[in-house]
């Protein structure tokens, strides 16, 4: 299984930017998705989660009602819209994906990663 994040970029405080995660391999529906994100000198941290059913989504309490998960299966992807985005935000970000039952805010409970893409967001 192989993850292919993509969509960062710099953007202006108040910008919004789509971040995509491209799952190769069979059963992507049986696959828990979420995504964290590394700040220069900081621990890796969660941002959002999906379940295997795209009805279950979970939210750090820093993006709440400013970032928004999804999935398509029959993409093999699982979107990142994050919009009203503020300096705090920038970081690179990971997605990250596990075909079990996975603890979602916890970075060591996935089995495979992207390898980040880099989101900047300027005052």
């Known amino acids: 299984v192989q993850l292919q994040a993509s969509g960062g970029g710099l953007v202006q405080a108040g910008g919004s930017l789509r971040l995509s995660c491209e799952v190769s391999?069979?059963?992507?529906?049986?696959?828990?998705v979420g995504w964290f994100r590394q700040a220069p000198g900081k621990e890796r941290e969660f941002v959002a989660g999906i379940g295997r059913s795209a009805g279950s989504t979970y939210y750090a309490d820093s993006v709440k009602a400013r970032f928004t998960i999804s999935r398509d299966n029959a993409k093999k992807t699982v979107s990142l819209r994050m919009d009203n985005l503020k300096p705090e935000d920038t970081a690179v970000y990971y997605c990250?994906?596990?075909?079990?039952?996975?603890?979602?805010?916890?970075?060591?409970?996935?089995?495979?990663w992207g390898q980040g893409t880099q989101v900047t967001v300027s005052s």
């Open positions: 391999g069979h059963s992507f529906s049986r696959y828990h």
């Open positions: 990250a994906a596990k075909n079990a039952i996975v603890t979602i805010g916890v970075p060591t409970d996935y089995d495979y």
